[in-house]
């Protein structure tokens, strides 16, 4: 059995990346690109080739779309009391959760992610789907209104097959986010993973086929965004569009949608900034700001990317964030001893690299400098230091979201002026404030312009607590909440004069 940096394969892993080609799920079997293309799956950590995928075109996409719309009107999901879709969705859970470790291992390997932060992942999915099948159960197929002079009820029903195009950072989780609700709502679902990271996804599809989920209900359609993710954002079959991602392509995705009138959900990236009052807790603050900007080596959209440090307090924050900053253990994911991971591929590193070059010549200064790191034994791989810039924040790498290791540090002097600058991006994702004074804190968070504001913490996801993003951050709905579940009913409204 092959072992990776100490790390035995699960047998499972092993057997999954094995197969010559993996290929797409469509009506609960494995197909193949009709042309017969495939594309490779890398590991960022080293370069090596994962796996050979399957690489679908707009007519494999359009038939894996016509699965599900089959599967939607003839599988009896859609109409199967819902106590009876909400056993299979924690069937489904379960046996995710008996497959902990070689998930988590296929997604440590495909995306860069260090290991335990992959179990932490698949936990959250089996969670997500456990937390939707349990809601489901709570929501009233028919709701009777009580109106004047007539009888009314609104009714619910799914609405179809749904589409869902998923980014490279969180493969395994956003894959739960998006699906869980619309399934447990008796929706039939097409993902397109990421071309950086199919693997996670394309093993779900098969365990939800092998647990019961009926053929066609869940199909996984890998291949690039140019053309399979395309093809889904054009499929004018789809009753709902979810779209993860960078907003450029959230651009192409709502476009596409707005010409088949489908409505579309978008999450997109963040600027997001950390107010640090100086009457905080400093290395607790100090200890919990660095854990979030290199956690997924920087790779997470709703991170705090703009740290904003009270006047007073300014130089002691940034000596104490520098020494933790430089502790920071770089290495393969897979080895235990690693506290952060390679970047994804080699144009995200050359992305983060460059903002770093692009940030210097605009002023900024390199308090703490980054650029590319090397690491014994994997001299493929794609790795970069933390760093901390320093300056305007007008300056290019304050502006635009970097997607790395990189932090930039602004001092300000007064409550006002802390919100006034957190809130100057077009972004709105997520934004923290930090103090020990909780009414201050609750004053700023609310004031922040965007989906999220965070008391003491930075990146805090909690099942029931909505997550969205507002202004260029994204729109149509969040995520993790009994709002998301009631976007994947369509209502009928039914009313009779007495
Ligand atoms: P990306 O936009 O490049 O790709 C996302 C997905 O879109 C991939 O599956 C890709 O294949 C597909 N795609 C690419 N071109 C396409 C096209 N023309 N038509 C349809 N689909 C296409 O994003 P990325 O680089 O994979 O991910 C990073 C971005 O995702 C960052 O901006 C990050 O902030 C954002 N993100 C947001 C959230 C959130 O919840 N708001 C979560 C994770 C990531």
């Known amino acids: 059995m092959a072992t990776v940096q100490g790390q035995e394969l699960c047998s499972k892993a092993q057997a999954f990346l094995d197969q010559s080609i993996i290929g797409g799920w469509v009506n609960g079997q494995p197909a193949e690109a009709a042309d017969g293309g495939t594309f490779e799956t890398h590991d960022p950590g080293n370069g090596e080739v994962l796996a050979t995928i399957a690489s679908f075109q707009q007519a494999d996409v359009d038939a894996a779309v016509d699965s599900a719309d089959a599967a939607f009107n003839n599988s009896g999901w859609a109409s199967m009391p819902v106590n009876e879709r909400s056993a299979i969705l924690h069937r489904l859970a379960d046996a995710v959760e008996e497959q902990l470790e070689t998930i988590a291992q296929l997604e440590s390997l495909d995306c860069g992610k260090i290991l335990e932060q992959a179990r932490g992942d698949v936990q959250n999915f089996i969670d997500t789907t456990r937390f939707f099948a349990d809601l489901a159960l709570?929501?009233?197929?028919?709701?009777?209104?009580?109106v004047k002079n007539h009888e009314a009820s609104v009714v619910r029903h799914p609405w179809g097959p749904c589409g869902f195009i998923i980014p490279w950072n969180f493969p395994f989780l956003l894959c739960g986010w998006g699906v869980a609700p619309a399934l447990a709502a008796g929706n039939t679902v097409v993902v397109k993973p990421a071309e950086d990271t199919?693997?996670?996804?394309?093993?779900?599809?098969?365990?939800a086929t092998e647990i019961g989920v009926p053929d066609g209900v869940f199909n996984v359609v890998p291949g690039y965004g140019e053309t399979a993710g395309a093809a889904v954002s054009n499929n004018?079959?789809?009753c709902r569009m979810s779209f993860t991602g960078s907003p450029e392509v959230g651009r192409l995705v709502a476009a596409a949608s707005g010409k088949n009138l489908t409505p579309v959900k978008l999450e997109l990236g963040g600027k997001g900034a950390a107010v640090v009052f100086d009457d905080c807790d400093l290395e607790f603050t100090a200890d919990k700001l660095v854990e979030a900007i290199t956690f997924h080596t920087g790779q997470v959209c709703c991170d705090a990317t703009r740290w904003l440090i009270h006047e007073n307090i300014y130089d002691k924050f940034v000596d104490e964030c520098v020494v933790r900053m430089k502790s920071v253990q770089v290495g393969h994911q897979m080895n235990g001893e690693s506290q952060m991971g390679p970047v994804v591929n080699e144009k995200q590193r050359e992305r983060v690299l460059g903002y770093l070059e692009k940030g210097v010549a605009g002023g900024a200064e390199m308090v703490l400098e980054g650029g590319a790191a090397s690491v014994e034994g994997c001299d493929s791989g794609h790795y970069v230091k933390p760093a901390l810039l320093a300056g305007s924040l007008d300056n290019v790498a304050a502006v635009e979201e970097i997607f790395g290791p990189v932090a930039y540090m602004a001092p300000f002097s007064s409550e006002e002026e802390g919100i006034k600058l957190a809130n100057n991006t077009d972004y709105g994702l997520a934004n923290s404030v930090w103090s020990t004074d909780l009414a201050k804190c609750q004053r700023?968070?609310?004031a922040f312009e965007s989906g999220n504001g965070w008391i003491n913490s930075h990146n805090v996801i909690v099942h029931g607590v909505p997550y969205a993003g507002v202004k260029k951050s994204g729109m149509g709905g969040g995520v993790?909440?009994?709002?998301?579940?009631?976007d994947y009913y369509r209502n009928i409204s039914v009313?009779?004069?007495l």
Request: glycine residues 0%; without cysteine; aromatic residues 6%.
């Open 495 to 497: 009313i009779r004069p």
């Open 236 to 238: 004018p079959k789809f």
């Open 198 to 207: 199919p693997l996670s996804t394309l093993y779900v599809a098969r365990l």
């Open 480 to 486: 993790v909440s009994i709002e998301t579940l009631l």
């Open 138 to 146: 709570n929501i009233e197929r028919r709701t009777v209104l009580a």
């Open 444 to 446: 700023v968070a609310e």
